[in-house]
């Protein structure tokens, strides 16, 4: 199988699995809450952060188990390219980092960044690690 065609069917399973996650939180989570002067406010992005987390591992996981099984470049393309590309978000990400800013949460939007940063760090090192 070529890999333009991995991608593109591990990209369309990363992006429902990106949105069945944020559907989840989106019904089983208070998301936004109103303020008394009827202003939204943001909470924190869970379905965010869990997805660039589980992005991470699986490009982590991608770089040693193609190698290791002999799948090939395609295959690592398929899974990290296509299924981690399309189920994260740095979009997202950022944009509600901006959000927590112009509320004026600034510790919230820095431990937004620390998290995802150092939480992805951790994830795609374990999934090398596990992989190889």
Request: with cysteine; aromatic share 10%.
């Amino acid at each position: 199988m070529t890999a333009a065609a991995l991608v593109g069917i591990f990209g369309v399973a990363g992006a429902l699995l990106r949105f069945g996650i944020d559907s989840w939180f989106a019904h089983h989570s208070s998301i936004r809450s109103v303020r008394t002067d009827g202003s939204m406010r943001l909470h924190w992005p869970w379905a965010t952060l869990l997805v660039n987390v589980v992005g991470c591992f699986i490009i982590g996981m991608a770089h040693g188990l193609t190698a290791g099984l002999g799948l090939g470049a395609e295959w690592q393309a398929g899974l990290a390219t296509g299924l981690a590309g399309g189920l994260t978000t740095f979009s997202s990400w950022t944009t509600a980092t901006i959000r927590l800013l112009s509320e004026a949460r600034f510790g919230s939007a820095a431990l937004n960044v620390a998290v995802n940063l150092g939480l992805g760090f951790a994830a795609a090192a374990a999934g090398i690690a596990l992989a190889g």
